[in-house]
């Protein structure tokens, strides 16, 4: 009953919860992991600067790019695709395309194989990125994600691509370590960049360039080692994390998988939902808890005044009529104490 009121009042403050047992875990996390693309941040990167090299020009890699792109739903396939619709660039149509999670796409575009994607998959294709890193790390100062581009084999770019970090993302981290929380931040983006948005929210924990199954190992360990862990995130690649961890938070604004995943989605990818959802846990629980203290006082006193205790000394027995009223005032007493719930501020 308490779950139930408790699951409605969490849909009013826009904490949508799937899962019972994530209401019934959440007070009791001591570790927050977060994705950063999406989750951190707004997941609406947009393109910063692009940069040429080995003779193509600036536009005709950026359309190319977007041409492979367009059939990626990855966010910061959606920017390179916008900024080449801002420079009106007619976008070619891709074949053979795929997309390796947590590392890029590749593809033929007007017969060019194409692959863009982070420094480790661009050098997985064979392709040398060095003569570019320098420029890279640049980008990457700010906070931007710098992706590479490899075209018929040779480098052909990088593209710095910049997401604003959430509004409210510095005072939810703040309240979170207020709690006594750890936040560990995880990201399958380059060192650099993770550093630069992890340092401005004042997380505690950066893992960086790491793949979907790396996440789910680093939620493993963390709950091995005795920690209750909540993983928020938004993406197909946090989907296995938010599935092994005691509770998983998808954002409401991510993929279907990820929210398929996790226990509780947040609407609209609002970070404060974390601290409301915690703040309805706890509520959620003391009132299960007094509860069962009112079950437990009932039928303490019911049961052996209804056996006949207070006979010898007092003269009193229940008539049934008084002991099926007792009953029913149990249950209603509980589920009036359930409906206390609604009234909790969140
Ligand atoms: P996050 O964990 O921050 O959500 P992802 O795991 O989705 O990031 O992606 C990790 C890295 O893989 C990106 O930073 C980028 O370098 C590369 N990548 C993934 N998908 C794409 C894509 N569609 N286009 C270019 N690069 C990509
Ligand atoms: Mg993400």
Excluded at 22 to 35: F, G, H, I, Y
Excluded at 79 to 84: D, E, L, P
Excluded at 144 to 154: K, Q
Aim: hydrophobic fraction near 50%; avoid cysteine.
């Amino acid at each position: 009953m308490s779950i139930m009121v408790g699951v409605g009042k969490g849909a009013q403050a826009g904490v949508l919860i799937r899962d019972a047992q994530a209401l019934e875990r959440m007070e009791k996390v001591d570790t927050v992991v977060v994705d950063k693309t999406g989750t951190l941040t707004e997941g609406r990167p947009s393109v910063t600067a692009v940069v040429a090299a080995g003779g193509i020009d600036e536009n005709e890699l950026l359309r190319l790019a977007a041409g492979l792109e367009r059939a990626s739903e990855h966010p910061l396939a959606r920017a390179i695709v916008r900024a080449a619709e801002e420079r009106d660039l007619a976008i070619p149509a891709v074949t053979g395309f795929d997309s390796p999670v947590g590392k890029g796409v590749l593809g033929t575009v007007e017969r060019r194989k194409l692959a863009i994607g982070n420094a480790a998959f661009i050098a997985e294709q064979g392709v040398e990125t060095s003569g570019l890193a320098h420029q890279a790390d640049r980008l990457r100062d700010h906070g931007a994600t710098a992706v590479f581009v490899a075209l018929d084999g040779h480098i052909g770019g990088v593209i710095a691509i910049a997401d604003r970090i959430k509004q409210n993302a510095r005072s939810v981290v703040d309240e979170l370590h207020r709690q006594g929380i750890r936040i560990v931040m995880l990201t399958g983006d380059n060192m650099t960049t993770a550093r630069s948005v992890a340092d401005s929210l004042g997380i505690d924990e950066v893992h960086a360039d790491i793949l979907p199954a790396d996440k789910h190992a680093l939620v493993e360990k963390l709950k091995a080692g005795g920690r209750v862990v909540a993983m928020a995130g938004d993406g197909v690649n946090d989907a296995p994390a938010l599935a092994s961890a005691d509770v998983g938070i998808a954002m409401g604004s991510g993929t279907d998988i990820a929210m398929e995943s996790a226990g509780i989605t947040l609407l609209q990818g609002d970070l404060s939902g974390i601290l409301r959802a915690r703040k309805l846990s706890r509520a959620t629980m003391r009132n299960i808890r007094q509860n069962l203290f009112l079950a437990f006082v009932y039928n303490a006193a019911g049961v052996p005044i209804a056996a006949g205790a207070l006979y010898p000394q007092f003269g009193i027995v229940l008539t049934p009529i008084f002991a099926a009223a007792a009953m029913s005032l149990s249950s209603v007493s509980v589920v009036g104490n359930a409906l206390r719930l609604r009234r909790v501020k969140l």
